[in-house]
């Protein structure tokens, strides 16, 4: 299981990047690994606003179905359209090809309840 030192976590097993007022979320090599085959993602469009610890869209695999939740607030400004047609790559790359979204956020300092590496290694450890 890769759990990238770069990246922050969420308890529901979202990973964040932050750069600057930027931040890229995707899910987990956990949670595509617990959730098996993704075969559809409900992502939500682009200039929608997303809050923090709601639901912003939802992951489906041939044995369950999965809310996403928002590990900060802010405005979506990219989705991966890749996924609409290759739903798969977030079982093959999530940290990379697999990412979800994109948001622009208002405030970086939203990442302070967020999970370091280590501190992700432990919850699902």
């Known amino acids: 299981?890769?759990?990238?030192?770069?990246?922050?976590?969420?308890?529901?097993?979202?990973?964040?990047l932050i750069e600057?007022?930027?931040?890229?979320?995707?899910?987990?090599d956990f949670a595509q690994n617990e959730l098996g085959d993704i075969v559809f993602l409900e992502l939500p469009d682009?200039?929608?606003e997303i809050i923090?610890?709601?639901?912003?869209g939802t992951?489906?695999?041939?044995?369950?179905v999965a809310d996403l939740y928002?590990?900060?607030?802010?405005?979506?400004?990219?989705?991966?359209e890749d996924l609409n047609n290759e739903p798969e790559l977030?079982?093959?790359?999530?940290?990379?090809?697999?990412?979800l979204i994109k948001i622009q956020t208002i405030s970086s300092s939203?990442?302070?309840?967020?999970l370091t590496a280590d501190e992700y290694a432990d919850l699902v450890g």
């Not at 923090?52 to 912003?56: D, G, P, Q, V």
């Open 46 to 48: 682009e200039g929608v």
């Open 110 to 114: 939203q990442s302070k309840n967020l």
């Open 52 to 56: 923090k610890n709601e639901i912003f």
């Open 90 to 99: 977030v079982n093959h790359d999530p940290f990379g090809m697999g990412w």
């Open 20 to 28: 600057n007022e930027m931040v890229t979320i995707g899910i987990t």
């Open 70 to 80: 928002s590990p900060m607030s802010g405005k979506v400004i990219n989705v991966n």
């Open 59 to 64: 992951v489906e695999a041939v044995k369950t």
């Open 1 to 16: 299981m890769k759990i990238l030192p770069n990246l922050f976590y969420t308890e529901s097993h979202e990973w964040v």
